[in-house]
Nanobody, 120 residues
Framework: QVQLVESGGGLVQAGGSLRLSCVAS????????MGWFHQAPGEGREFVAA???????YYGNSVKGRFTISRDNAKNTMYLQMNSLKPEETGVYYC??????????????WGQGTQVTVSS
């Protein structure tokens, strides 16, 4: 069984930066696709970015050029560097993992999420 734990959320002003981390346990993530999703208050979960085990990356259109996904397979950890944050990017950010070749999923392992609040 895979467990995912996110951290790094918090309160930041618009235009600021945050770095999220996702630590996996229970299994090596070296053969897994890993991704980040955002859920705004009252909205559904939206794809943000994903990175394959071989290093391929894919971003949602709204975050291209501002967010950077990375991972350290040796540490079973994935990161999301978020720059130039916008108030509409407030919400819960979830880490996800799956053995799939598709960046957008479907994902079958999910973390509990970390709250990000961007003030205007």
């Amino acid at each position: 069984q895979v467990q995912l734990v996110e951290s790094g959320g918090g309160l930041v002003q618009a235009g600021g930066s945050l770095r999220l981390s996702c630590v996996a346990s229970g299994r090596s993530m070296s053969t897994y696709m890993m991704g980040w999703f955002h859920q705004a208050p009252g909205e559904g979960r939206e794809f943000v970015a994903a990175m394959s085990w071989s290093g391929g990356k894919y971003y949602g259109n709204s975050v291209k050029g501002r967010f950077t996904i990375s991972r350290d397979n040796a540490k079973n950890t994935m990161y999301l560097q978020m720059n130039s944050l916008k108030p509409e990017e407030t919400g819960v950010y979830y880490c996800a993992a799956a053995q799939t070749p598709t960046f957008t999923g479907p994902y079958n392992y999910w973390g509990q999420g970390t709250q990000v609040t961007v003030s205007s």
